[in-house]
């Protein structure tokens, strides 16, 4: 889990709300809100881990809205922060 990105690009929310998030728990039960920024850790075709925040330009005490890893089954299992 070597490579990490940054995002904070509304079309790169919207590209992780209709690739990674499309399929995953939080999403389908518990729909996530406008987040503003998120962070991939792995390959961006399939992250190990991906952590989304709700300020666009988060420091490293800003909160967590959730934090996701990838599943077996290749889904991504969400925990609300």
């Known amino acids: 889990m070597s490579q990490q990105q940054f995002l904070n690009k509304p079309e790169d929310c919207q590209w992780l709300r209709e ?8 999403n389908n039960a518990n729909p996530i809100p406008d ?7 792995g390959n961006e075709d399939c992250p ?3 952590i989304v925040y709700q300020a ?5 005490t800003s909160q967590k809205y959730a934090t996701a890893n990838l599943m077996d089954n290749g889904c991504y299992s969400f925990i609300k922060s």
């Open 19 to 26: 690739t990674h998030l499309k399929d995953s728990n939080l």
């Open 35 to 41: 987040f503003k920024s998120f962070a991939l850790f």
């Open 48 to 50: 190990q881990k991906i």
């Open 56 to 60: 666009k330009h988060p420091t490293v």
